[in-house]
């Protein structure tokens, strides 16, 4: 299976390469080698390479500079997709797209389900939600959902909670968001899978179970001191959003109903705690070497 990779450089990309089936051949794609928000390049690149199977792992996931910049963001998460979409039907590609528990609003309090309508409530939300939308104008697209996703490569929350817990006496997390941590390892291997058996429309990806962005801190601190790699333990303060103003609005409820990809793959994800101790050991290697 001949597959076309934007967004290689990123920690979803990284995985996704770490994690490719080995009858494979990706064509891995960072920034620099395809910009997905030039529609020439795009149709160039797929007309060039002709895969049977394009994954966009790139996005615009700054999402409190999206408000700033919402032609920027626009012009990656939603008219990107739709080039690439394009492109996926003019040269017979089925196309996989990754977007974001960001396209609902969080005020329903429980799970979002794959037909509950989106209600975004930031520029990042929207843009990916019209992603979704140019995603699906190809035939038998796979939009993948996912949240809270973090891993070895690039910058994300884990790494980010592991430096301050090092540098700081005190760490304040906010307490009133709740979500599903995912471990871009895991993701990876779901969207091999799914891709593989030609799953298509719109399935739910993240690990299993439920935490605030403060349970998961605490997580993180516990499971860092227990394997050395952090050495010392900081208190963690819980705030409400209110206490940490951010300039993007983020759903305080996003946890997705995972029921379909899981009968799909034939097994639940394993629960995000296990698949972040997986990590942080991951980590602890890389530093050592």
């Known amino acids: 299976m001949k597959v076309l990779l934007t967004g290689a450089g990123g920690q979803l990309g990284r995985a996704l390469m770490q994690a490719r089936p080995t009858d494979a051949d990706v064509i891995a794609l960072d920034r620099v080698a395809l910009d997905i928000g ?3 390049a795009v149709l160039a690149a797929v007309a060039a390479h002709r895969p049977e199977l394009i994954v966009n792992a790139a996005a ?3 999402v409190d500079r999206a408000e700033q910049e919402p032609e920027a963001a626009a012009q990656i998460n939603h008219h990107a ?6 492109a996926a039907m003019t040269y017979d590609a089925r196309l996989v797209h990754v977007s974001t528990d960001f396209v609902f609003d969080g005020m329903q309090g429980q799970l979002y389900y794959i037909d509950d309508t989106p209600r975004p409530l930031s520029v990042y939300g929207a843009t990916k939600w019209a992603g979704e939308q140019a995603a699906l104008s190809a035939p038998n697209s796979l939009i993948v959902r996912t949240s809270w996703v973090y891993g070895v490569d690039g910058a994300n929350f884990v790494k980010t909670m592991l430096r301050l817990m090092a540098a700081r ?3 304040r997390v906010v307490a009133d968001q709740i979500g599903t941590p995912t471990h871009a ?7 091999w899978a799914l891709a593989g058996q030609g799953a298509a429309g719109i399935v739910h990806v993240t690990d299993a179970g439920v935490a605030s962005w403060y349970d998961f801190a605490q997580a993180i601190q516990d499971e860092a001191v227990a394997i050395g790699l952090l050495d010392r333990v900081v208190p963690i303060v819980p705030i409400a959003t209110e206490d940490y ?5 983020r759903p305080a409820f996003s946890v997705l109903d995972k029921s379909a990809s899981w009968a799909l793959l034939g097994v639940p994800a394993a629960h995000w705690r296990a698949e972040l101790g997986l990590m942080l050991h991951q980590l602890k290697d890389m530093t050592r070497g």
Do not use: H
């Open 81 to 86: 997709v739709q080039y690439l979409a394009d």
């Open 38 to 40: 030039d529609r020439a």
């Open 60 to 62: 615009y996931t700054a």
């Open 245 to 249: 103003p951010t300039p993007a609005k």
């Open 169 to 171: 006496d005190e760490v």
């Open 185 to 191: 390892a895991s993701l990876a291997r779901a969207i």
